[in-house]
């Protein structure tokens, strides 16, 4: 059974900066596109970062371009996001998926973590 397992959450005050790490129970972790994504309370899923598989070439959503980065390290199975400059707006659950050989989207992974929580006060 497969796990992605999210840690790294907290509370932090506006400018501050976090990094979440999800570890991957795969065997082939190189194998796998992996991707960051975030639910604020009351609205809908959103893509926040990528990484490929193939080549380690990223994606931003235009929201947080310039302040967050997605990193990935092969021998430890693991998957970051550096957080910098953070604002209140960037509170939300934050949960990283995972995908064979493929571009994860918000509707096409195969497998999803359990979340950690990100706060950012005023």
């Known amino acids: 059974q497969v796990q992605l397992v999210e840690s790294g959450g907290g509370l932090v005050q506006a400018g501050g900066s976090l990094r979440l790490s999800c570890a991957a129970s795969v065997r082939t972790f190189s194998n796998y596109g992996m991707a960051w994504f975030r639910q604020a309370p009351g609205k809908e899923r959103e893509f926040v970062a990528r990484?490929?598989?193939?080549?380690?070439?990223?994606n931003y959503a235009d929201s947080v371009k310039g302040r967050f980065t997605i990193s990935r390290d092969n021998a430890k199975n693991t998957v970051y996001l550096q957080m910098n400059s953070l604002k209140p707006e960037d509170t939300a659950v934050y949960y990283c998926?995972?995908?064979?050989?493929?571009?994860?989207?918000?509707?096409?992974?195969?497998?999803w973590g359990q979340g950690t929580q990100v706060t950012v006060s005023s």
């Open positions: 998926a995972a995908r064979y050989r493929r571009v994860v989207t918000i509707t096409s992974y195969d497998y």
């Open positions: 990484i490929n598989w193939s080549d380690g070439s990223t």
